[in-house]
Every structure is written in C-alpha cells, then in structure tokens.
Nanobody, 121 residues
Framework: QVQLVESGGGLVQPGGSLRLSCVLP????????VSWHRQAPGKQRDLVAA???????NYADFVQGRFIISRDNAKTTVFLQMNNLKPEDTAVYYC???????????????WGQGTQVTVSS
C-alpha cells in the first residue's frame, strides 16, 4: 500500500524549532495538495498547514507566523518548519497528500504514519 513517510519529530524545549519531512511516493502522475495535520491525545485531528499545487500556502490561525510549509523543487518531499514551539503544539503530526498515482486513476488521499512532536521543558 502506498504511504507517505514522515520524519523529524522529537522532544524540544519551548521556543525551539523542529523541521518535519514527508517523503511522497517515488512516482505519481499529478498532485493537488499536500498538508500537515496534528492530533493531540483526546482531541480531533486538525489541519495545520496546506500547500496547493500552485505553491500557495495556507495556515491555521494557531500556527500563523510560526510554521512554514514548503516542498523541494522535485516535488518529492514536503517540509514543515516549526519555530517558536509552544507546549500546546505537542501532538502527533501527520502528512497528507491528495494525488493521482496514474493517469487512469482518480485522485486519492494518502497519509503518513505520524511523527510525535513534544514541546516541554
């Protein structure tokens, strides 16, 4: 089963930074959007940031000005740069991509396995 592969989570002190990476499938026909989501224990999964196929980013209010979503020029990896981290940012972070694997298939959503981010002193 095709899946996204995330990395970069860990333990960081408040005010610190982390950069998450999400590796996309080796081959696909087209990609619509990529996004990062997070889920804290006992809470729903929330959208953190999204990047359109044209490169336009959108951010949730609670990370605006602190997080940056980007991708490499080859469109093989998506990043989430997280700065000025706060304890309330603690969650499992998931990468999601809406893409078309082959020309003759529909667009489908793929998720990563999640990476834990813990912000604590």
């Amino acid at each position: 089963q095709v899946q996204l592969v995330e990395s970069g989570g860990g333990l960081v002190q408040p005010g610190g930074s982390l950069r998450l990476s999400c590796v996309l499938p080796e081959s696909y026909f087209d990609i619509a959007t990529v996004s990062w989501h997070r889920q804290a224990p006992g809470k729903q999964r929330d959208l953190v940031a999204a990047l359109s196929s044209g490169g336009t980013p959108n951010y949730a209010d609670f990370v605006q000005g602190r997080f940056i979503i980007s991708r490499d020029n080859a469109k093989t990896t998506v990043f989430l740069q997280m700065n000025n981290l706060k304890p309330e940012d603690t969650a499992v972070y998931y990468c999601k991509a809406l893409l078309q694997l082959r020309r003759d298939t529909k667009y489908t959503s793929l998720w990563g396995q999640g990476t834990q981010v813990t912000v604590s002193s």
